[in-house]
């Protein structure tokens, strides 16, 4: 059984930058991992995905540029890093271990975190 905690939630203004991040505990750390997001109102969304050896997926063009996910396998933790943050980048993110199939479907995530919050002002 994975259990994850998140941090690095925040309030920022248009453009800053923020890093979250989420480290995990109980099975060995060798399957990839996902930030997903979901903002007010609307589905959790594929954020960014990265292998045990550093290979990296992202979702939607919006983020590919401004995003980066990248991990640490001796600390057991994934980084997200949000640069140039827009107000749209508002939501509740979520990390979570993935157990096979398409890095882009919820399904295929066994454990998820509590969520951290980033909001962003214009």
């Known amino acids: 059984q994975v259990q994850l905690v998140e941090s690095g939630r925040g309030l920022v203004q248009a453009g800053d930058s923020l890093r979250l991040s989420c480290t995990a505990s109980g099975r060995t750390f060798t399957y990839a991992m996902g930030w997903f997001r979901q903002p007010p109102g609307k589905e959790r969304e594929f954020v960014a995905a990265i292998t045990w050896s550093d290979i990296t997926t992202y979702g939607a063009d919006s983020v590919k540029d401004r995003f980066t996910i990248s991990r640490d396998n001796v600390k057991k933790t994934v980084f997200l890093q949000l640069n140039k943050l827009k107000p749209e980048d508002t939501a509740l993110y979520y990390c979570?271990?993935?157990?096979?199939?398409?890095?882009?479907?919820?399904?295929?995530?066994?454990?998820w975190g509590q969520g951290t919050q980033v909001t962003v002002s214009s």
């Open positions: 979570a271990a993935h157990n096979g199939g398409s890095f882009y479907l919820k399904g295929s995530y066994d454990a």
